[in-house]
């Protein structure tokens, strides 16, 4: 019974002084921080920018924005049908990539009914790499983030190193023996770390959804290519149906 009482009272203990330690831990992580100097400022931005971007990339590069298949199948059917008002209003309807690039097409169609397949294919091709383009565009700004985070953290350790070699050029022996020029040099090193992880999360993010909009881009060319081979496998030259819709075609939503 004696024995199990002083295991119970050491565990205890124990527990107490992890707890403790934790609470210590965590109050000088923020002391740490509050000691970055006026650096922590621009790099806590820069932080609140990473999140946010890469919340938003979550949201919005995903493959139904590029590609839907739902729409592909519809758009496919009306092609073969010849519907080209209908086909021209689904896409309108379609927030994806896709939909952007044959909606373009179409109109074209529509508006120059003499036009010839190979021109049809060229605005697609344009309007492809118009998308192409969006979705490559957007995410740079996350490898720009990977690139001044760190930056910025060296700026911090410049500004630390000038204030520990400022206390040396100053004569204040005193102050150099009782080691204040800690101050300066822990300012350096949190600055530069803060920065360096910054940009790694940026550098990271920035990989996984560039990987994404790659892939994503070759199945819009391969999906623009093969809707571009139905709609010249039709026989265009009866545009019966380029500004009148047809009463027996519904198309879903």
């Not at 496919?76 to 309807?93: A, K, W």
């Not at 500004?159 to 040099?185: A, D, P, R, T, W």
């Amino acid at each position: 019974m004696y024995r199990i009482l002083l295991s119970f009272i050491s565990l205890l203990t124990l527990a107490s002084a992890q707890e403790v330690s934790a609470e210590a831990t965590k109050t000088n992580f923020y002391e740490i921080l509050q000691k970055g100097g006026v650096m922590m400022i621009p790099l806590a931005v820069l932080s609140v920018i990473t999140v946010c971007l890469i919340l938003f990339y979550l949201l919005v590069i995903r493959r139904g924005a590029v590609i839907n298949d739902r729409f592909i199948s519809q758009a496919e059917s009306l092609i073969t049908q010849g519907d080209f008002y209908n086909l021209s209003e689904l896409c309108e309807r379609s927030p994806s990539a896709i939909a952007k690039i044959l909606g373009r097409s179409v109109d074209f169609l529509r508006n120059t009914p003499s036009v010839s397949l190979s021109d049809i294919r060229e605005v697609a091709e344009a309007e492809g790499s118009r998308q192409a383009g969006i979705l490559t565009q957007r995410i740079t700004y996350l490898s720009d983030v990977g690139s001044v985070a760190p930056m910025a953290g060296l700026l911090g350790t410049v500004i630390g190193m000038i204030k520990s070699f400022n206390e040396i050029s100053q004569g204040n022996f005193e102050g150099v023996n009782q080691m204040q020029l800690s101050s300066g040099v822990s300012e350096a090193l949190i600055t530069t770390a803060t920065g360096l992880i910054i940009g790694l999360i940026a550098v990271i993010f920035y990989s996984f959804f560039r990987g994404k909009v790659q892939r994503y881009i070759a199945e819009l060319e391969a999906a623009a290519t093969h809707l571009m081979a139905v709609l010249s496998s039709v026989n265009t030259s009866n545009k019966t149906y380029l500004d009148q819709p047809r009463k027996q075609t519904n198309p879903a939503d």
